[in-house]
């Protein structure tokens, strides 16, 4: 039954994935870890689907900023590496289930809320760098900083969903490659590399949802899927407690 649950939960997220570049770890880091996977198993379970379709929606975009790769490498990516290690050194100490509900229910309640800060954007470009870092940070830590991502994306792109999802997906996408490969390098003894099988339905679903894609409005973009970001992030309390 797990299975089953499992493999319909990945089905799901693979779709929201492929239509707006996030929504994977997002929901199936929580979803995993109420199933019984220790965090490395999440990450090697997720991290090939989303590195798959990241590299899809990046490498077929036709946005392109050199500026924004340059300052996310510099200023999350070592973060992100260093706090992985600190997750899975001491993920004995570290309740994650808990800790991603509350990013997520935090989060979410930010973004939809996002019109009451749009008078800081002045403030926001300041202290990018330090978001940056601070994303790094979270997702590191938690798998969890796609929300933190994409109320960046959304600032940094003016509400443009095809810039806004280029940014995602470039992040996601190195992101990804550089979590699986720490996961793989400190935690390979404990890890079950049996769910690779996921990565050809991403193949397979990704294109008929790019049809949606092209028809949701910049306005609601983030709006959908942060809206059952909340809901989830509920859920997951209710059911821990």
Do not use: W
């Not at 039954?1 to 997002?26: A, D, K, P, T, Y």
């Not at 199936?28 to 109420?34: D, E, I, N, Q, Y």
């Not at 965090?39 to 090697?44: G, L, M, R």
């Amino acid at each position: 039954m797990s299975l089953f649950i499992e493999i319909f939960i990945i089905l799901v997220l693979i779709i929201v994935q492929s239509i707006f570049g996030i929504g994977l770890l997002l929901f199936g880091t929580p979803s995993l870890l109420v199933l019984g996977y220790d965090f490395a198993n999440t990450i090697s379970v997720l991290m090939p689907i989303s590195i798959t379709i990241s590299a899809l929606q990046f490498f077929k975009s036709k946005v392109s900023d050199r500026n924004y790769i340059k300052e996310y490498n510099l200023f999350c990516l070592p973060f992100l590496v260093l706090f992985l290690i600190l997750a899975l050194k001491f993920k004995h100490l570290l309740d994650f289930t808990i800790l991603v509900a509350f990013l997520l229910i935090f989060s979410s309640i930010l973004i939809l809320n996002k019109h009451r800060f749009s008078n800081f954007e002045k403030l926001f470009f300041k202290l990018k760098k330090y978001l940056l870092i601070g994303i790094g940070c979270v997702h590191g830590l938690t798998n969890m900083g796609g929300s933190f991502l994409s109320i960046y994306a959304t600032l940094s792109s003016r509400n443009i969903k095809e810039v806004g999802r280029y940014y995602i997906s470039y992040s996601y996408l190195i992101m990804g490659v550089l979590q699986l490969m720490t996961v793989l390098f400190f935690s390979f003894n404990i890890l079950e590399l049996n769910k690779l099988y996921y990565v050809f339905l991403t193949v397979i679903i990704y294109f008929p949802a790019q049809k949606i894609f092209k028809n949701i409005k910049d306005r609601n973009f983030s709006k959908y899927i942060n809206t059952i970001a909340l809901i989830y992030g509920l859920l997951i309390l209710i059911s821990y407690y």
